[in-house]
């Protein structure tokens, strides 16, 4: 909708929703950002792939030197990566992640701005009556921190993201961690077989024993969510390493966004301090 009403020219005639020329300048910024990214990261990559043969070296002389580590080079070899794959592979998918992380990261922001204006109009973000409208009121020059975080932000937050991608990518094919990355995959494989079937015969017990909130067979409904309970101490551990490696994920692509809070109005708050604060600059810009 943004983009057509941009184009059609009448995201500001029709709609009203006018764009400061600090948040156009500074998310042109971001596209130049995003290419930037690309380009490094293609051009490292390239640079891995034609130098991979002479890199033991490289480490061997980096280690003697800098932290003066006396090195073995039979008991070191073990540890270096033996196929060019295992370098260029993990660098391609880390370099294709940050760049589509970046990518996302900069064409939300002018769509955000308009959303935000019209929440702003509508009573969904509410100003006139809300007690926190002071937060805005009282820094307007906070704006002054909005180019330059929106700019690092765009920059450290996909290569972040990338890195971590392309590390986890890398464990599953370097030699030394490839048989363990592996086992962990097949041993995931099986959890999720298995919470499968626990959600299919739960479905099924649930058809008979509840219908909503109703227990129409008691007896039947406590067996099961004893029996559930008793399971998922087990299962749930990978529940919650899931939901690290997601929610790590998740902060690493919003600390580029200054568009949106991250964290819930209610969460953050520490007294006077806002863990996440830098979102309010994007709204005070905006106001």
Same mark, same amino acid.
């Given at each position: 909708?943004?983009?057509k009403s941009?184009?059609?020219?009448?995201?500001?005639?029709?709609e009203?929703?006018?764009?400061?020329? #600090?948040?156009?300048?500074? $998310?042109?910024?971001?596209?130049? &950002?995003?290419? *930037?990214?690309?380009?490094?990261?293609? $051009?490292?990559?390239?640079?891995?792939?034609?130098?991979?043969?002479?890199?033991?070296?490289?480490? /061997?002389?980096?280690?003697?030197t800098?932290a @003066? %580590?006396?090195? $073995?080079?039979?008991?070191?070899s073990?540890?270096l990566p033996?196929?060019? $794959?295992?370098?260029?592979?993990?660098?391609?998918?880390?370099?294709?992640?940050?760049?589509?992380?970046?990518?996302?990261?900069?064409i939300?922001?002018?769509?955000?701005?308009?959303?935000?204006?019209?929440?702003?109009?509508?009573?969904?973000?509410?100003?006139?009556?809300?007690?926190? &409208?002071?937060?805005?009121?009282?820094?307007?020059? /906070? &704006?002054?921190?909005?180019?330059?975080?929106?700019?690092?932000?765009?920059?450290?937050?996909?290569?972040?993201?990338?890195?971590?991608?392309g %590390?986890?990518?890398?464990?599953?094919?370097?030699?030394?961690?490839?048989?363990?990355?592996?086992?962990?995959?097949?041993?995931?494989?099986?959890?999720?077989?298995?919470?499968?079937?626990?959600?299919?015969?739960?479905?099924? %017990?649930?058809?008979?024993?509840?219908?909503?909130?109703?227990?129409?067979?008691?007896?039947?409904?406590n067996?099961?969510?004893?029996?559930? @309970? !008793?399971?998922?101490?087990?299962?749930?551990?990978?529940?919650?390493?899931?939901?690290?490696?997601?929610?790590?994920?998740?902060? !690493?692509?919003?600390?580029?966004?200054?568009?949106?809070p *991250?964290?819930?109005?209610? &969460?953050?708050? %520490?007294?006077?301090? #806002?863990?996440?604060?830098?979102?309010?600059?994007?709204?005070?810009?905006?106001?």
């Amino acid at each position: 909708w943004t983009a057509k009403s941009i184009w059609n020219q009448t995201l500001f005639t029709h709609e009203g929703v006018l764009l400061s020329g #600090r948040l156009i300048s500074t $998310n042109a910024i971001q596209f130049v &950002v995003t290419i *930037f990214i690309l380009i490094y990261g293609v $051009n490292i990559t390239k640079t891995a792939a034609t130098t991979f043969d002479d890199y033991a070296a490289r480490v /061997q002389d980096f280690l003697a030197t800098f932290a @003066e %580590i006396d090195v $073995n080079p039979d008991s070191f070899s073990i540890f270096l990566p033996t196929d060019r $794959n295992m370098i260029v592979v993990p660098m391609a998918i880390g370099v294709a992640f940050a760049f589509l992380a970046a990518s996302l990261t900069s064409i939300i922001v002018i769509p955000s701005a308009s959303l935000t204006t019209l929440k702003f109009r509508s009573g969904v973000l509410r100003f006139a009556h809300d007690p926190k &409208v002071k937060l805005l009121r009282i820094a307007p020059d /906070q &704006v002054a921190f909005l180019r330059g975080v929106m700019f690092w932000g765009t920059l450290f937050a996909p290569t972040l993201l990338g890195a971590a991608l392309g %590390i986890i990518v890398f464990l599953f094919m370097w030699q030394v961690t490839a048989a363990k990355a592996q086992a962990l995959t097949a041993s995931l494989i099986g959890a999720l077989v298995v919470i499968g079937l626990h959600i299919t015969v739960n479905r099924n %017990i649930r058809k008979v024993a509840a219908s909503a909130y109703y227990r129409k067979k008691p007896s039947v409904a406590n067996v099961t969510i004893l029996i559930r @309970e !008793c399971g998922l101490v087990a299962l749930t551990q990978g529940f919650v390493v899931f939901r690290i490696i997601r929610l790590f994920l998740t902060t !690493c692509f919003y600390i580029g966004r200054l568009d949106t809070p *991250f964290l819930y109005n209610s &969460v953050g708050h %520490i007294g006077g301090y #806002r863990v996440d604060g830098e979102p309010y600059m994007f709204q005070i810009d905006i106001l």
